[in-house]
């Protein structure tokens, strides 16, 4: 059909009293220029055929998953091919012998087909990602770095072709010459080379998950995407911090999620009590704090446990050395510890307990180790703080002070009087 149009233009040059030669120049002309616009009319039709009719039947479909493959480009990029392949045609139908110029126009038409071939795989794999992260397995196994990887291999295949049919080479040929070039080729892709490798280890073991919160060097915050050759992380401060990937692989780095898994989040915090407070309980201290249910079972059965002791070894009651002795500090020990068991916003199936620390120079550290019942940041700190709120305003009860650097105005106090 092309041929029979060809051969009617020419004559119509010939009767126009045209040479043989210009009369082929001009039919070959006029007949690439009516290609092209039939190719690309029949590129926007099939275009809109698609978008309207596969569109349309992908959107009334009840699965959602086909509407993935929307607004990927997908349908423009397949029509394109009409025109890529109509060009062709024309060429080998046109001058079989290619010259230079068809030469051309046909490794122009070569390119386009290898590139439009390459945007439908990058189209899909884009497709099939989103379909992947629609699962909630995603959170936990993301493949955004296995998909940017195929797209990569993808665009060097394309970038390989392309070079072959600008150069007029084999695939075979280029990647025997591409050998010699693999020193250079390891050193610019580098950074995707550990990447990869580093998101199939980070994937593998499970070591980061969308949604994670983690802490590396100046990122401080939730994990909000798992590429190639970056980790993005949303810090508290809605920064956004981006890691090598590999290097979340060779230098350590903190995840909460074990935390957030465990329905406890850790309170550790101490209160220093000034030395000169702590003292022997005597009868009537002792009297006083068995008037606090927390600690009026603890303080009968020590004083019985303690009577008994003393008794079995003879010890002289009488000094308040000898033998042995409650301390207000043992028994506000014993206050915080069924405190804090006692307290339902604490996880009670996790480690509960108040201890001293090593004396310093300001005084003993008493420390309350527990975790609260929940984990997200405020509810915890609420948390936390009601308990340290308690212990502020009861200790003065127990004849106990906490430590406190005297200021400017306290000083100032002392010497007026």
């Known amino acids: 059909m092309i041929t029979k149009y060809l051969q009617i233009l020419e004559k119509l040059f010939l009767g126009m009293r045209l040479s043989e030669e ?21 590129f926007f039709l099939a275009k809109w055929i698609l978008k309207r009719f596969v569109g349309g039947f992908f959107k009334k479909t009840k699965t959602k998953y086909d ?6 480009k997908l349908e423009k990029r397949i029509a394109f091919l009409i025109p890529v392949y109509m060009i062709q045609g024309l060429i080998y139908a046109v001058a079989p012998d290619l010259d230079m110029l068809d030469g051309f126009i046909f490794a122009l038409a070569r390119i386009g087909e290898i590139t439009t071939f390459t945007g439908i795989i990058i189209s899909i794999t884009d497709s099939v990602s989103d379909i992947y992260n629609s699962f909630d397995v995603s959170k936990n196994k993301p493949m955004k770095g296995f998909m940017q990887v195929a797209k990569i291999i993808a665009i060097m295949i394309c970038i390989l072709l392309v070079i072959g049919v600008i ?17 250079v080729l390891m050193l610019v892709f580098k950074d995707p080379i550990l990447g990869f490798v580093g998101g199939i280890q980070l994937t593998s073991n499970d070591m980061v998950r969308i949604g994670d919160w983690i802490v590396k060097g100046e990122a401080d915050g939730n994990v909000i995407d798992v590429g190639l050759t970056t980790v993005k992380v949303k810090n508290w401060d809605n920064t956004i911090a981006t890691i090598p990937t590999y290097t979340l692989i060779s230098d350590p780095f903190i995840n909460w ?64 050395v000898n033998g042995r002795r409650q301390t207000n500090i043992g028994i506000f020990r014993a206050y915080l ?34 975790f609260s019942a929940k984990t997200d940041w405020i509810s915890y700190e609420a948390i936390q703080n009601d308990i340290f709120d308690h212990i502020y305003a009861v200790i003065n009860q127990f004849d106990l002070k906490i430590y406190q650097r005297p200021s400017s105005y306290s000083i100032n106090m002392l010497n007026d009087k």
């Open 22 to 42: 210009w009369a082929s120049n001009f039919s070959q002309g006029i007949g690439i220029i009516t290609l092209l616009a039939v190719s690309f009319g029949l």
């Open 67 to 72: 509407d993935f493959f929307l607004g990927k």
């Open 167 to 183: 150069i007029n080479k084999d695939m075979k040929d280029l990647l025997i010459g591409l050998g010699t070039l693999s020193a």
């Open 257 to 320: 999620r074990g935390m957030t898994e465990s329905g406890g989040r850790r309170i550790s915090r101490s209160i220093i009590i000034d030395l000169d407070t702590i003292k022997f309980c005597t009868p009537e201290m002792l009297e006083k704090y068995k008037k606090f249910q927390l600690v009026s079972k603890y303080i009968d059965k020590k004083e019985a446990e303690i009577a008994e002791y003393n008794k079995k070894n003879g010890i002289d009651t009488s000094n308040l």
């Open 337 to 370: 510890t069924e405190y804090i068991k006692q307290n339902p916003n604490l996880n009670h199936n996790l480690t509960m307990l108040v201890r001293q620390k090593d004396p310093t120079e300001f005084g003993v550290p008493l420390q309350v180790y527990c």
